[in-house]
């Protein structure tokens, strides 16, 4: 069954401070992990979109890395700031999924930024 | 360039009850999905409207039914309302062309509260 996992449950951190966020996901084959962000009441807003043959991706301060050979991908955000606070979802595309309709979500982590 | 947009925002219902949601993509976009979002949970696919189809569902009883309409906004039904449909309710659009390596653009949502 194709699940997408997300450690650690919730983080709290101070303003500043850097964190990496893990996902463990069984789907495969699949042609790309996606992370999002999810501030408390809003939609999830795409953070960034990498293909299996990618390695790395960065948008600002969040840099995602993706090792396709152990099924995991990290989320590293730097210089947290207050705003940073919100749930962070992995997200993993089948293969052959031509439309996105399939799609697994991770239960997210939910990150608390504090001053 | 006006996102994805829903209404209405929140919604206070009662067992047995019937629902009406709805959403307008993102301009340019012809496809929309359904998304239900238990509280902590990362969402769930409801179903996916293209060409004013429905053109997949995910594990959701016949009480959820959709519409897409020839401007490409949706509709989310859902009929005889029961305590465990409460949870928010998101719609994504995306371009049908190049979807599998698009990031889905999410509305913020309707919070639905079955009492």
């Known amino acids: 069954k194709n699940q997408v996992e997300q450690s650690p449950q919730s983080l709290i951190i101070l303003e500043g401070k850097n964190c990496t966020l893990q996902?463990?996901?069984?789907?495969?084959?699949?042609?790309?992990l996606r992370w999002y962000k999810q501030d408390t009441g809003r939609g999830p807003v795409s953070l960034t979109i990498m293909t299996f043959s990618e390695n790395t991706k960065s948008n600002g301060r969040y840099t995602a890395t993706l090792d396709a050979d152990t099924k995991q991908s990290s989320l590293h955000i730097t210089a947290s700031q207050l705003s940073d606070s919100a749930s962070y979802i992995c997200v993993v595309h089948p293969l052959n999924d031509n439309y996105g309709q399939n799609f697994v979500f991770g239960p997210g982590t939910r990150l608390s930024v504090l001053p | 360039d006006a996102g994805v947009t829903q209404s209405p925002t929140h919604l206070i219902k009662t067992r047995g009850q019937q629902v009406t949601l709805r959403c307008s993509p993102k301009?340019?976009?012809?496809?929309v999905s359904w998304y239900q979002q238990a509280l902590g949970q990362g969402p769930q696919f409801i179903f996916q409207y293209y060409e004013e189809e429905e053109r997949q569902r995910g594990n959701f009883p016949d009480r959820f039914s959709g519409h897409q309409f020839p401007n490409y906004s949706s509709e989310l039904n859902v009929n005889a309302l029961l305590l465990g449909d409460s949870a928010l309710y998101l719609c994504a659009s995306s371009l049908a062309e190049g979807a599998w390596n698009q990031p889905q653009h999410f509305g913020d949502g309707t919070r639905l509260s079955i009492l």
């Open positions: 301009s340019g976009h012809d496809t």
């Open positions: 996902c463990n996901y069984t789907v495969s084959p699949f042609s790309n």
